[in-house]
């Protein structure tokens, strides 16, 4: 199976978690998108689920696909999220945010019993920070923050190139929470633990992509089915 036939199977298998009743929270990016739309195909055959988005993006998608929503105000404890991820390692440490949604993203994981994680093999590495790590920044005073993730960056092992990241047009990239994003090119992170806590405990980082003790199980798509990581 290529990568994108191993993020489908993995997303369909991710189907086997879900019970009637259940209230999930719907990742972003093009693994989710292959789980949110399989999810839409049981909503039309009946299943009754309450979702909550974890991006404008993927509110859309789920609504054109008649997928009951609602969010964390209204429906404060979820039973699970399912999501994708741009690098994890064996003990479940995940990178995500590579498409920017990683504050939700991890807000809608953490408000879940469950997080099940759906990738393809090419996600599943034996240490994190190939993937540049996004940082979410507030706007205000953003490259004082930067010079300080950069400092305490290096306090853990990890230098490198971080660019604010830009859109297809050049301009800043703005999260659906009006952020800057900062790619971190670290190469590897020794120590994703310390790291993760030293840079939230900055003035202006609002969070980083570093999920850390929040996936309980994986499903790693293969060449030939699913492999799972965890349990639930
Ligand atoms: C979005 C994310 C995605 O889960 C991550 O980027 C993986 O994306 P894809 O499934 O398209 O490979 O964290 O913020």
Redo the contacts with the bound molecule.
């Keep these: 199976m290529n990568a994108d036939d191993q993020?489908k199977a993995a997303a369909v298998r991710a189907l086997d978690y879900v019970k009637p009743g259940m209230k999930l929270g719907l990742?972003?990016?093009?693994?989710?998108e292959h789980f949110v739309r399989a999810l839409g195909e049981k909503v039309k055959q009946g299943l009754d689920v309450l979702c909550v988005p974890t991006s404008e993006r993927t509110g859309k998608l789920a609504e054109s696909l008649g997928i009951p929503l609602t969010n964390l105000d209204d429906t404060p404890h979820l039973d699970i999220t399912v999501?994708?991820?741009?690098e994890l390692d064996r003990e479940l440490r995940l990178i995500?945010?590579?498409?920017?949604?990683?504050l939700r993203?991890k807000i809608v994981a953490t408000a879940s019993e469950r997080m099940i994680v759906i990738?393809d093999a090419s996600?599943l590495v034996e240490t994190l920070g190939a993937f540049p790590l996004p940082v979410e920044v507030i706007p205000f005073g953003a490259a004082a923050t930067a010079r300080r993730i950069a400092e305490v960056a290096s306090d853990f092992g990890c230098t490198g190139r971080m660019s604010r990241r830009a859109d297809e047009y050049g301009e800043p990239f703005f999260t659906d929470s009006e952020n800057f994003i900062y790619d971190c090119a670290f190469g590897t992170i020794p120590d994703p633990d310390g790291l993760s806590a030293a840079l939230n405990r900055i003035a202006g980082v609002v969070d980083n992509?570093l999920f850390i003790g929040i996936a309980s199980l994986a499903i790693v798509g293969t060449a030939t089915g699913t492999d799972i990581l965890g349990s639930i």
């Design positions: 993020k990742g972003t990016g093009s693994t989710a999501d994708g991820a741009d995500k945010g590579g498409g920017g949604a990683l993203e990738a996600k992509g």
